[in-house]
């Protein structure tokens, strides 16, 4: 079994969808909580956009663990999510291209 799993079945893509979806509603919760005025000390982190990521076959982010100039950051990833989180498709979409272009 391959390190990350490729979106491959198109039963995966409503999956992802959906888990972007949490993600999306799941931070807008957290921000509206702090609005408030409460403050979570631990969070509600769930790291749902790495489990859409590991699913879509992006490579984890290893810059922490690694000195290498062949580290991958999924800064990218994340950027770009914060941008369009209101549309997963397109997320999905963008993530893909950028896939791609990493086989390259």
Not at 13 to 22: A, C, G, M, S
Not at 84 to 103: D, H, S, Y
Request: overall charge negative.
């Amino acid at each position: 079994m391959p390190k990350h799993p490729v979106l491959s079945n198109n039963d995966l893509y409503p999956v992802v969808v959906k888990i972007l979806q949490n993600e999306a509603e799941l931070n807008q919760f957290v921000h509206k909580l702090r609005l408030s005025g409460l403050e979570l000390t631990n969070g509600l982190d769930t790291d749902l956009l790495d489990v859409a990521l590991d699913l879509l076959g992006i490579p984890t982010d290893d810059t922490l663990e690694s000195d290498s100039d062949d580290a991958f950051c999924r800064d990218w990833f994340y950027d770009t999510w914060f941008d369009c989180k209101r549309n997963p498709k397109k997320f999905i979409a963008l993530a893909l291209q950028a896939k791609k272009k990493l086989g390259d």
